[in-house]
């Protein structure tokens, strides 16, 4: 139980377009979701988070223009890349927490989507 | 959220067990320990968390000290398959800030 998914696993795009990122939780409902991108062999860089029918929440340093997040129902939320140019080229992943898990032991674990690979050219 | 210092990197042979030491010396009371590893391009896979007491599930062991600014993830008896980024997270919340993790290299 408790899987997220991401889609697309890897897009390939030319500068200046717009590029969507789904998170979709499968088999539970997500209040909130976390994006998370992630550059070549660096650590995991938490983008924002996103909140169920209100403004996503987005960590310093983080344009909101730029990454648009939308979070419209308690299953998906989308990640959009704007006006893409190849130095937003990266791993972008995506993760909810566990609910199940959460309930069990009082701890918030997330579960995490595969990633989406975006490459702009 | 408390930072977490782990190892750069670690070797580990097949079939022995892998010991990654994480210190949280500024963890609060309400943080719990989460461990969690990253094979290469994918996402982060859920291995154990913790509190205070010793944890152990199917894949691993959890030992935190008493003072609770250490911990080390036990993988008892490591496979090929076990070579990934080890990440320790302390966090209270839902946000889940990620260190530099150690590249633990099982090697045949």
């Known amino acids: 139980g408790a899987v997220v998914s991401q889609h697309p696993s890897w897009v390939i795009c030319k500068s200046g377009t717009s590029v969507k990122i789904e998170c979709r939780s499968l088999d539970f409902q997500a209040t909130t979701m976390f994006w998370y991108r992630q550059f070549p062999k660096q650590s995991l860089m938490l983008m924002a988070t996103?909140?169920?029918?209100?403004?996503?929440?987005?960590e310093q340093g983080v344009e909101k223009d730029k990454f648009l997040i939308n979070h419209a129902s308690l299953t998906l939320s989308t990640l959009t890349v704007t006006s893409a140019h190849p130095e937003d080229s990266s791993f972008y992943i995506c993760?909810?927490?566990?609910?199940?898990?959460?309930?069990?032991?009082?701890?918030?674990?997330?579960?995490f989507g595969a990633g989406s690979r975006l490459t702009v050219l | 959220d408390a930072k977490t210092t782990q190892p750069t990197s670690m070797d580990c042979a097949e079939g022995r067990a892998a010991n990654l030491p994480c210190n949280h010396s500024t963890i609060s009371g309400n943080e719990y320990v989460y461990w969690y590893r990253q094979i290469h391009s994918q996402g982060p896979q859920y291995i154990i968390h913790g509190l205070k007491n010793n944890e152990t599930n199917e894949m691993a062991s959890l030992i935190i000290t008493e003072d609770r600014k250490s911990s080390t993830l036990i993988l008892p008896h490591a496979t090929l398959r076990d070579t990934a980024v080890y990440y320790c997270i302390v966090s209270r919340g839902n946000q889940f800030y990620f260190g530099t993790g150690t590249s633990l290299t099982v090697i045949p």
């Open positions: 996103s909140n169920e029918g209100s403004k996503a929440t987005y």
């Open positions: 993760s909810a927490r566990n609910p199940g898990r959460a309930l069990r032991s009082g701890a918030n674990v997330l579960t």
